[in-house]
């Protein structure tokens, strides 16, 4: 293939990969996406040789005078667009941006013209950067460099063969540059290279940016039950929404956990009839260990027993600034100026984020005590009883009710379980609880409907316990569910969000129930569904590898390396220790022995070592310098024109005329002439041809090389003639 | 200022290196500056990307460029004889000595006097382990010796962003005879019909056998013996002898006058002068070489033997084209050795005396020579 259609091709790929990732990730007016895609497959197939009817010929006739006009228009309307429609620069100027690339693309004549369109290209991905942090761009990226690197070459091999040409160079005739195989696996080889140097100039590069979330220009996942109010069935609303709403990882897990997983967000003490409130607002900074470390808890004891469960959340931008963990929360690590934390257990962050960030979460679970489970009553504290004991007015069946069923229960841990094991076994899942409006919804659900959903049923443990005077509370959040076996984590969506109990027990804290029956969906393993988690998990990686990579990612990594090395340094520093050991044991024998030698036999030896050792450096450095190629002794030339001698050589010795070292030459031709007249000619050229190669600045030409090949098979042929005429004769 | 030893590594490893940027590599660098101060300012990672993209970029340039350089083996073939003011022709021949990897784009310039001086080599490709050979016009503008220090190669592949330069030394050295000009009108007229009929046995073109002797390579292959080549199994060449000779001096004195610039002639009007003088003896003796004369050359204290053929022309222009004016100290005793070379000549031999300047002490040697030649006067009729 020649450069020149190459070029304009790769050319145009160039600014297609840049388009596509414009148009996945800002919203392009429709016909300026139809005009812009036109444009490129009409160019491109131009440039590829492709017969249209002269379309891209007459629209590249347009005059220059029409065009400006056009783009005069174009930046009219993107001031418009800035001013009174989107009222935002990067999308006004990424339109402005595709109009130019029109321009351009119907105009590509000089030097200059690809170079704005490279340009152009360059500013498109440059906004596709500021736009998206999605994982797709990876795949853009890659493809951009590729066509880059082919552009550049390309670029540059046309430009010298023009030059070329203008100079004439000393009228020797240029043939067209073609491209081929070994080039094509060259030049890609050469691009995968390029992208391992920019990962790896990637990752070494010294963050220094004070950015704590990338600017996200989505909108954020509109979420239900975290406000400091939540009425009674607004979980249900999500629960069929399959919106990814988190990802979280345990880095000490190898697999899934057999329990369920808890991730609490919010927690409510206070149940008005149809709502839970949470009455404890007053929220306290929490403070921080060192930048971006907050400690949660400053419970010492917990740390020490070391069941520390820690959780990489990547979270996506959400309208409420909830943060999610398995309860109980100790520490909290991520990029966020300041958490704050409420006297109930919820994390909230300043502001709701803007874009998926991730932080980490150490958690420390509540289990329960022995003494906890057999005590028959508990002397509850103040400030337990007076939030998380009330009622709202409730008909005396919710009371009796929950005697009932904790009868035969002698602790309030075997009254919890009856009541949590009564709502299972007596109660349907449903989240068709129909639309009606009810005065009493837990009623409703005890006594009337017996159907609902993890609200239902939690709300009503809560009441029941309390009715029974044992402290309880709602807490909402997500039961993590998918596990993701590719990138190992658990994947969180809207339909996961979940309301349980917690159970309070002085020795041991807030403890678990979950009235709610499971419904664990079985795992989808359908084509689509594996190629979902996979690209899911690539999602997750780019995130965390790529647009979350920060200068404390750095700091561990090299902390990591210093870790991991020390055994290798602990042992090349032993090993050093020994041979210096030896050295200096050596030292101390040839001192005390030193004096009893004979001097002759010592000179000897320092002699015949030095004599190896010059030997030895002399052989490495010849072997070093040819490995370099430092050391080749003839010219490509003086090479061929030695091959085709040697083959002379070589039948010349078939007819016993062998060249004895001690002639050179021209003398070894004359002998041979005096001894076979018929081949005098022949070898005298073939010497000739030799000695100009082989002695002579002048390099040989490939009409002499051919000439040199044509004389051999002369010089054969009449060896086999003369041998034939011997056998004859 | 003690050199770590790897920066010691590093500069000889990149000794004779140079490298500078092309326009669009400045554009290049400047782009890349600002992404990398956006990266900072937002701490978008992508824009770190791209940084890094732009970096390996430069980085990957610089590794394909170098290799471009590697193992070249060039070496530089001057015309054999140079003419002041004349075209000739000079080659490069440029051989890649990488086993597996081509060379693209290579530059080749000439080094003078430190200033690479670009001659339109370019050598588009290279393959690895082959060669390849280019010719460039090369004018020298003086007659005299002429240098050649080194060469400088560039190359801007792969991307055009930088030149990376390479600078090796590889002398050369010629002597650039002065100008052969056809000889004006009055002068032609002059010399028409000079000589006297004295053949001497000489070869040259004829029809008359001369000598038989072994073929070399260059010879005309039309001249081998065929006979005697048959008969002894070696190559034998034929040469004829010459059918006439005559025999002529060029004598020209370089002395320079005993006070000068006081004939009102300033120092660069006697510096034309001479080199007038100069390129009338070298077009003379050209013109004589070609009647077949044997010519005998006496230039300021210097003689070249008389001679015939084309050999002998060159070493009298060889003289010609190195010889300067004698100052005063010596202008003396030059010109009495020119006198005495000049009374040596043989009684029969023809004389052409060219003088350079006026000067009464070159006027003493016009005696007994018939025919003489003033620079000044050529100079008149040139102007004319």
Known sequence: ?729 | MRVSPIRRFFRWLYRNRSISLTPEGTRFVLLAAAIGLAAINTGNNLLYLLLAMMLSLIVVSGALSEQCLRRLYIQRRLPEHIFAGFPGTAYFSIANRKSRLPSFSIRILDVIDEQPIDRGVHVLHLAPESSALRSYPLLVARRGRFRIDGIKVLTRFPFSLFVKGLALSLPSEAIAYPPIKPLPDDIYDQIEGLGQDNPVPKRGPGVDLYNLRLYHPGDDSRAIHWRTTAKTSLLIIRETQAEDQHHITLAFPTALPAASGTSGVSAAGMEQSFETAVELTASLAAHFQEQGFAIRAIVGDQEVPGATGEEQLFRILRVLALCQPIPAPQADAGLGVFKSLLAQTPPHEMVLLILPWEDARLEACTAGVETVFRAHEVEATHAR
């Not at chain 1, 029409?66 to 783009?71: A, G, K, T």
């Not at chain 1, 990876?138 to 070459?153: H, R």
């Not at chain 1, 960030?357 to 028959?376: C, M």
Request: charged share 20%; aromatic share 12%; proline share 5%.
């Open chain 1, 1 to 729: 293939m020649r450069v020149e259609g190459s070029f304009r091709v790769s050319s145009i790929l160039l600014v297609a990969a840049a388009f596509m990732g414009l148009t996945l990730a800002a919203p392009i007016p429709l016909p300026l996406l139809i005009t812009a895609l036109g444009s490129i497959a009409i160019t491109l197939a131009h440039a590829a040789g492709w017969r249209l009817g002269g379309v891209a010929g007459r629209l590249s006739q347009v005059s220059t005078r029409v065009w400006n006009v056009l783009m005069v228009l174009a930046f009219v309307v993107c001031v418009t667009d800035l001013i009174w429609l989107s009222k935002d620069l990067l999308l006004a100027g990424t339109n402005f941006l595709i109009v130019l690339m029109i321009n351009k693309l119907f105009n590509l004549h000089q030097r200059k013209d690809f170079l704005y369109l490279y340009a152009i290209s360059f500013l498109m991905l440059l906004a596709t950067a500021a736009l998206t942090v999605e994982a797709w761009y990876a795949l853009v990226f890659i493809f951009y460099l590729l066509a880059a690197i082919w552009t550049l070459l390309l670029y540059h091999l046309k430009n010298e063969d023009e030059e070329n040409r203008k100079a004439g160079s000393a009228g020797v005739s240029i043939p067209p540059i073609t491209l081929s195989s070994r080039f094509f696996w060259t030049t890609n080889a050469v691009a995968f290279l390029a992208l391992i140097l920019t990962l790896a100039i990637f990752f070494v590069t010294p963050r220094a940016g004070a950015g704590f979330f990338q600017k996200g220009r989505g909108q954020p996942i509109r979420m239900s039950g975290f406000s400091q109010k939540v009425d009674l069935g607004v979980i249900g609303n999500v629960k069929l929404d399959p919106t990814v709403v988190m990802r979280v990882d345990f880095p000490d897990l190898t697999g899934p956990g057999e329990g369920r997983v808890y991730l609490q967000g919010a927690v409510y003490d206070h149940y008005t009839g149809r709502s839970w409130v949470n009455t404890l607002t007053r929220r306290r900074a929490v403070g921080q260990i060192y930048t971006g470390s907050f400690l949660v808890s400053r419970d010492q004891r917990a740390w020490a027993d070391s069941k520390v469960v820690r959780q990489e959340v990547l979270i996506e931008a959400l309208d409420a600034p909830v943060l999610f963990g398995v309860p109980v929360v100790q520490r909290v690590r991520g990029t966020f100026p300041m958490l704050q934390a409420d006297d109930i257990g919820g994390l909230h962050l300043p502001y709701p984020p803007s874009s998926r960030f991730q932080y980490t979460v150490f958690s420390i679970p509540n289990e329960l005590e022995p003494g906890d489970k057999r005590a028959t009553s508990f002397l509850y504290p103040p400030r337990i009883t007076g939030r998380f004991l009330q009622l709202p007015p409730l008909s005396p069946r919710v009371s009796d009710l929950s005697r009932a069923v904790a009868k035969n229960a002698a602790t309030p841990y075997e009254k919890a379980l009856a009541i949590k094991w009564h709502l299972l076994g007596n109660y349907r899942y449903s989240l068709d609880v129909g639309r009606k409006a009810s005065e009493s919804p837990v009623e409703d659900f005890l006594f009337d409907r017996k159907t609902g959903y993890c609200e239902h049923y939690a709300t009503a443990m809560v009441l029941m316990l309390r009715s029974l005077d044992i402290p309880a509370r709602l807490v909402t959040g997500f039961m993590a569910g998918e596990w993701n076996d590719f990138g190992h984590y658990y994947t969180v969506r809207q339909q996961d969000a979940h309301a349980w109990v917690e159970v309070y027990f002085p020795r041991s804290g807030w403890i678990i129930f979950d009235p709610t029956p499971s419904l664990i969906a079985s795992p989808r393993n359908s084509p689509m569904e594996v190629v979902a988690r996979l690209l899911d998990s690539f999602r997750v990686k780019w995130t965390r590898l790529v647009v979350q990579y920060s200068f404390r990612d750095q700091q561990a990594v090299l902390h990591q390396l210093r870790e991991r090395s020390q055994p290798v340094r602990s042992r090349a520093a032993e090993w050093v220790a020994t041979a210096m050991k030896v050295v200096r044991n050596w030292r101390v024998w040839v001192l005390t022995h030193v004096r009893d030698w004979d001097w002759t036999v010592l000179a000897g030896w320092v002699a015949a070592a030095s004599m190896l050792w010059i030997t030895v450096l002399r052989w490495a450095r010849r072997r070093r310098l040819r490995l370099l190629g430092a050391v080749s002794r003839f010219t490509p030339d003086q090479q061929a024109a030695t091959r085709f001698y040697a083959r002379m050589l070589g039948l010349l010795e078939r007819r016993g005329l062998s060249k004895p070292p001690t002639l050179a030459p021209l003398e070894y031709a004359r002998s041979v002439a005096a001894q076979w007249t018929d081949a005098a000619g022949l070898v005298r050229v073939l010497t000739d041809l030799y000695c100009r190669g082989r002695f002579s600045c002048a390099p040989l030409s490939a009409d002499d090389l051919s000439l040199a090949d044509r004389l051999l098979d002369d010089l054969g042929r009449l060896l086999n003639t003369d041998r034939e005429q011997a056998a004859g004769a």
